[in-house]
């Protein structure tokens, strides 16, 4: 068996490079004296004899049944994020202004209650503030724990938080139910994109990637969806408590699933690690994925990666390669994501739409309301957006979609602009769906993958927990001032956020990695070094180019 695994490794290191790329046009590749052909239709390779291996080689596969099934359900705790998040939207008025009728007393629970709108801006950003409370320790509770028993342990959260919510009578245990829902969210944030970004195939990393938000707008739309039915008194209460339901059932379905083969591997529980990775690709051969896992984390070791570096190390430099370009894209992707106020619009459709459309007390009253409907619409378009923009990431890059998106998102910004000035409600209700979609299809995905496909594995826990932090607090600050500046700005609310998403346009243009079929140390390589104009952007390259025809 030890000459066996000694012959498959040296193959592996005699192999070309282009064996190792699944996105390699190949027809034949001849090695050691055996050949390996790649059937580029079903992007897998056929493997006729790989080191005495007849099987498909799990490394050119996309996406196995198993693997995907696993992925949704460590998403499950995205679902509950984004049903958390958007459960509130709807019925916010028949809680917060009573718009359902008076308070009245039911059963020990009252019908409504009521606040004014900055405080109902704080109860509804506390749950960003609980997730950046969870965020700050998931890395370090994930690497200590594992990766699904941290999810398991994590819906003791939800869990709680929905029965705080549900049974609220005052405005204080509201909030607190709030705050802690949203460590749960805080904690699925961070656990659900390690999880499938470390059980992903090479081929599928950028689909997996932007299954976090993915799944977060469904749980939105979802929520969104039952609200329509559950937002009158005490309805409400159901809605929030289903929140608790789907924790119990991802619980049991997470005891079905594998834990992260390389979590697995880094804590030298190589058997279990190997059983788990063939559990995610099915039927394919993973012997050279398996291998190439290992060799990873050993040449990590080798290089010094433990033991690992302290987060001041990693973002000042101060590590064998100086990481401080890729750190700055990772953390500035998470906080340009919520500062772009596309939170805002799904904490607060509704209220923008009712007062776009100038709806008398008696039409809020009534349920669905147009506000409603096109808050459903708004939920619904994002997740779409977001499959579409998943479906052309692997093929037009990263860097490409989000310069894209960000510019998209600052014009749609100036449009709702320019209807709320106009006071044309159905432009703005237009242009709010456009902002989502395009903001959604790119902004919105990429920077959670942004960490997993540009740091080193030794510095990936601490800077995703960094990031994620920085993510939440942006979000809790971005929920709390949006009633205000929508009091304070009027038509002009979303000025601001043209501003912001304009910034992140800039970013993507000159200082954005793109990760597109690169291994992560390929990326480190090119990247390495403080915050700069990237070397690879179009524009500059096509500049050098002209320079150096002009110098012929």
Not at 87 to 113: D, K, M, Q
Not at 406 to 417: P, Y
């Amino acid at each position: 068996m030890a000459e066996n695994i000694s012959l498959r490794r040296g193959s592996l290191r005699d192999a070309p490079d282009a064996l190792y790329n699944p996105n390699a046009n190949l027809s034949t590749q001849s090695f050691n004296s055996t050949e390996s052909s790649v059937d580029t239709k079903k992007g897998k390779y056929i493997a006729s004899e790989i080191g005495g291996i007849v099987a498909n080689d799990s490394r050119g596969s996309f996406l196995s049944k198993s693997l995907l099934l696993c992925a949704l359900v460590a998403a499950i705790s995205s679902i509950n994020y984004g049903w958390v998040i958007g459960s509130v939207n709807i019925p916010a008025l028949v809680i917060e202004e009573c718009s359902g009728g008076p308070e009245t007393w039911s059963g020990g629970f009252p019908s409504c209650i009521p606040m004014s709108s900055t405080l109902w801006g704080l109860v509804v950003g506390l749950t960003a503030l609980g997730a950046w409370a969870g965020s700050m320790y998931s890395g370090k509770v994930a690497d200590w724990l594992g990766r699904k028993r941290t999810l398991i342990i994590n819906n003791v959260f939800f869990v709680a938080g929905a029965l705080l919510t549900c049974t609220a009578t005052s405005i204080a245990q509201l909030a607190v139910g709030r705050f802690v829902s949203g460590i749960g969210c805080g904690f699925a944030a961070n656990i659900v994109s390690t999880y499938n970004s470390e059980a992903a195939t090479t081929r599928s990393r950028g689909f997996l990637g932007g299954f976090q938000q993915l799944m977060i707008l469904v749980g939105l739309f979802l929520s969104q969806v039952v609200s329509i039915g559950l937002s009158e008194a005490p309805r409400w209460r159901i809605l929030f408590s289903l929140s608790a339901a789907l924790a119990i059932v991802q619980t049991g379905l997470l005891l079905l699933i594998p834990e992260s083969p390389k979590f697995l591997a880094i804590k030298g529980r190589y058997d279990e690690s190997r059983a788990a990775l063939q559990k995610l690709r099915g039927n394919l051969d993973t012997t050279f994925e398996y291998e190439e896992l290992i060799m990873t984390l050993e040449a990590g070791r080798r290089n010094g990666a433990v033991p690992k570096p302290s987060l001041w190390q990693v973002i000042s430099g101060k590590t064998d390669t100086d990481l401080r370009h890729l750190v700055f894209c990772v953390l500035f992707l998470m906080l340009s994501q919520q500062w772009s106020g596309a939170k805002g619009v799904m904490f607060y459709s509704t209220e923008i739409l009712s007062s776009t459309f100038h709806l008398s007390s008696e039409e809020v009253k009534h349920i669905p309301s147009i506000a409603q409907l096109l808050t459903l619409g708004i939920g619904a378009i994002g997740a779409v957006a977001v499959v579409i923009g998943m479906s052309i990431l692997d093929r037009v890059g990263r860097r490409t979609v989000l310069i894209v998106s960000s510019l998209a998102t600052t014009i749609c910004a100036a449009l709702i602009v320019v209807g709320s000035k106009l006071d044309l409600g159905p432009m703005v209700a237009t242009f709010m769906y456009a902002f989502n979609l395009v903001f959604q299809s790119g902004s919105g995905f990429i920077p959670y993958l942004s960490a997993s496909e540009l740091l080193p594995y030794y510095a990936l826990g601490s800077i995703s927990g960094l990031a994620t932090s920085i993510n939440c607090l942006t979000l809790f600050i971005v929920s709390f001032i949006f009633p205000i500046l929508d009091k304070a700005l009027g038509s002009y609310l979303f000025v601001p956020f043209i501003v912001t998403n304009f910034i992140t346009f800039l970013f993507a243009v000159f200082m954005m990695p793109e990760a597109k079929g690169k291994l992560i140390s390929e990326v480190i390589s090119e990247y390495q070094g403080p915050p700069h104009i990237v070397s690879d952007c179009r524009f500059l390259k096509r500049r050098k180019t002209e320079e150096s025809s002009d110098l012929q």
